[in-house]
């Protein structure tokens, strides 16, 4: 059956708060034991927070907008204990320094929580307005006024959840959040953020097990598509059993990442046939709390990268693998077996690999990839990026096309390096650069 939102009061005139005649149909859905809630086109919905139910359908009609509210009181709270205690989201440091997350956003706009059988459909659009959210701003960055801020949709313990075929833009923060969900298919949506707006990551799957992201389009800044296991909700488990396959990707940080927040392990996730452009890393794993990396492939891509300015992480690598504590007393976990394979690159530095001096990464190899480096930006290559950590985040060093420190068992074949003449001021003449690094084979 279909409830249609126009049957329970919605205007769809852009200024009237829509939410709770939304709401009011999405109820009506679920108590009647499931359905299509349909968003109609041609109409703009102004909205506050909306709970979605079990065996409920939300679909948006092509030509539908349904758009964040201005007024922060139409937003409700994740859970109710923020009611009787206070929480400090204050923003006291740049969101580069230092951006700490336990995985709790304050305020949701869509959500569902320990349900299954949800869909989000249709061609219509989900209108975050990021523009509500500005803090400081300037030309390469724009910080938020808060931290954490509203995600888009945030998913917790959700089974057989199906996101097909929507655009979601504008996001002020991570857009598509998935908290302990099993069984997740996200197919053909568009993310269409603000390449300057921090944090509006893409789709993070945190503690997710059996989820398949295949066909997708997203820009954003920070990162496309990024792996987490977050500190809140670390009794959920591993992030597991993930394929990522025929996506286009570009971002002001990661196009693929794993961590930073990284306390329960990541492990069976395979990456393969996507394009990557215009992007500040291609791919990234940051092990920084207890959790380990292991039993991982990536294959069949091709990786355009470029610098940003050190607002954002990173120093335009194609491949980018560190395990590095965030602080004293919180050791990060282990990364090992991890495969790149049939990789083009191209961009402004190569494949970065920096473990620790008591955390050697393992067992890495490369096979089949091509790096070829040429300067594109007018930001210098006169350092190494180690951010989050205790230690100095920014320190000296050339970019080559194989980097690895504190690194054993590495495997490179048929790995080649090329690069253009305007890289030769940043070059040191070392394609293969190795520092406290044992059993290495390179390999034509």
């Not at 990024?226 to 196009?255: D, H, M, R």
């Amino acid at each position: 059956m279909v409830y249609n939102i126009l049957d329970y009061g919605a205007v769809g005139d852009g200024r009237t708060n829509d939410g709770p005649a939304i709401q009011k149909a999405i109820d009506a859905c679920a108590a009647a034991g499931g359905g299509r809630v349909l968003v109609p086109g041609g109409h703009i919905y102004k909205s506050g927070s909306l709970l979605l139910h079990s065996h409920v359908e939300l679909h948006l009609a092509h030509g539908s907008r349904l758009k964040a509210s201005e007024n922060s009181a139409d937003f409700l709270e994740v859970e109710a204990a923020y009611r009787d205690r206070y929480r400090d989201t204050e923003l006291k440091v740049p969101s580069y320094e230092n951006c700490e997350y336990d995985g709790e956003p304050k305020k949701y706009f869509l959500m569902a929580k320990d349900a299954e059988d949800i869909c989000l459909s249709g061609t219509g659009t989900i209108d975050g307005s990021e523009e509500n959210f500005y803090g400081a701003i300037d030309h390469n960055f724009i910080e938020g006024t808060y931290y954490p801020r509203i995600p888009m949709l945030l998913m917790k313990s959700v089974r057989h959840l199906t996101i097909r075929d929507v655009t979601l833009t504008r996001s002020a923060f991570w857009t598509v959040h998935l908290v302990g969900c099993e069984d997740v298919l996200i197919d053909g949506i568009r993310i269409l953020s603000n390449l300057k707006m921090v944090n509006c990551d893409g789709i993070d799957p945190d503690h997710c097990r059996n989820v398949r992201i295949c066909n997708c389009h997203i820009e954003s800044a920070d990162d496309c598509i990024v792996f987490k296991t977050t500190e809140k909700n670390a009794a959920l488990g591993p992030c597991e059993n993930i394929v990522v396959s025929n996506c286009t990707l570009t971002s002001t940080s990661a196009a693929i990442k794993f961590g930073t927040e990284s306390v329960s392990d990541f492990r069976n996730i395979t990456v393969t046939n996507c394009v990557i452009s215009r992007t500040n890393r291609g791919i990234s794993l940051m092990l920084r709390d207890g959790g380990s990396i292991e039993n991982v492939l990536f294959s069949n891509l091709h990786i355009n990268t470029r610098q940003f300015s050190d607002q954002w992480w990173g120093e335009g690598e194609a491949i980018c693998v560190t395990a590095i504590d965030r602080k004293q007393g919180r050791k990060a976990g282990h990364i090992r077996n991890i495969r790149f394979e049939n990789i083009d690159c191209c961009g402004e530095n190569g494949v970065f690999l920096h473990g620790s001096a008591d955390n050697y990464l393992e067992d890495i190899s490369l096979r089949g990839v091509r790096i070829h480096m040429k300067k594109q930006t007018r930001w210098p290559l006169h350092q190494w990026d180690l951010r989050p950590c205790e230690a100095p985040g920014l320190v000296p060093g050339n970019p080559h096309g194989v980097t690895c420190v504190y690194g054993r068992g590495i495997r490179c074949e048929d790995v080649r390096v090329t690069h253009d003449e305007n890289m030769n001021e940043w070059l040191d003449g070392q394609d293969f650069f190795w520092q406290n690094t044992e059993d290495i084979l390179v390999r034509e």
